[in-house]
């Protein structure tokens, strides 16, 4: 208790912008501006295939790079990373190089009937970028948690890989895991740089906040800005009230 005094002004400086935005909404006058219905449900709608989609590509893949000793881990791990450590609006241009209709990737799609180019896919695309390394260091770390025992265990008792990840390291892992799918919702929701560059319709919450604030002033934002932190916040802030531990006295 002795260290509070010390802590109080890195949460003082934390809480000041939230304080200060419940103190200043216009609560007589709180209402959606035009098209703020319909970015919430862009952003819910189409984040929750996005979080859909990074659950099935980033777990086994999470689970494979906490378990495997092969020589192309690091390469692996470079690949995870590097899209995490790319400023969003520079991997926002990377995809539209890669996915755009003058793409490599994006011509040989059109070739196929498909298109990335202001459409829901382009939409969910452009988070799954910005959010599936997140869950992935976050999956990974869970798993690493499990001891190699119990597995080992298995093994020799007869059960597959395939068995093992299923029924053995996903129950173990599930608080884990779960702490990666808020982090990975948040990044979902809260992205603006990747969205802005390769996908500017449909729009979704943050990109109707940046529209509102040039079309309106700041003013304009308060309402919508409390519905992105309403849906962007609780699933984390509930992994993490479940993951604590009792604190020690100090």
């Known amino acids: 208790m002795r260290s509070l005094p010390l802590s109080g002004p890195a949460l003082a400086l934390l809480l000041a912008p939230f304080i200060t935005l419940f103190l200043i ?8 501006d035009y ?4 970015s919430v449900l862009v952003s819910l709608g189409l984040g929750g295939i996005a979080l859909g989609c990074i659950i099935l590509l980033g777990t086994p893949l999470a689970w494979w790079l906490a378990r495997t ?10 690949t995870v990373l590097v899209p995490l450590l790319t400023p969003p609006l520079a991997m926002g241009m990377l995809l539209v190089s890669a996915y755009g209709p003058y793409g490599t990737l994006g011509q040989l799609l059109t070739t196929l009937g498909l298109s990335l180019n202001n ?19 976050s999956a990974r770390s869970a798993f ?24 053995l390291s996903l129950p173990l892992s599930k608080r ?3 702490t990666g799918i808020a982090l990975a919702w948040s990044r979902i929701i809260g ?7 390769f996908c500017y319709f449909p729009q979704g919450i943050p990109v109707k906040l940046y529209i509102n604030l040039q079309d309106s002033g700041v003013a304009a934002v308060y309402t919508l800005l409390w519905l ?4 962007a916040l609780p699933l984390p802030l509930w992994c993490l009230i479940r993951r604590k531990t009792k604190p020690q006295p100090f």
């Open 144 to 167: 690493e948690q499990i001891p190699r025992d119990i597995e080992e265990v298995a093994l020799t008792l007869g059960a597959s890989w395939t068995q093992i990840f299923l029924r």
């Open 69 to 78: 000793q092969s020589r192309w881990r690091n390469l692996a791990e470079i």
């Open 176 to 178: 884990g895991l779960a």
């Open 228 to 231: 992105l932190l309403i849906t």
């Open 191 to 197: 992205e603006f740089g990747v969205v802005m560059v």
């Open 35 to 38: 098209g703020d219905s319909q």
């Open 119 to 137: 459409n829901p896919p382009a939409f969910v695309l452009a988070q799954i970028y910005a959010a599936l390394p997140w869950y992935v260091l």
């Open 25 to 32: 909404t216009p609560w007589n006058n709180f209402h959606l």
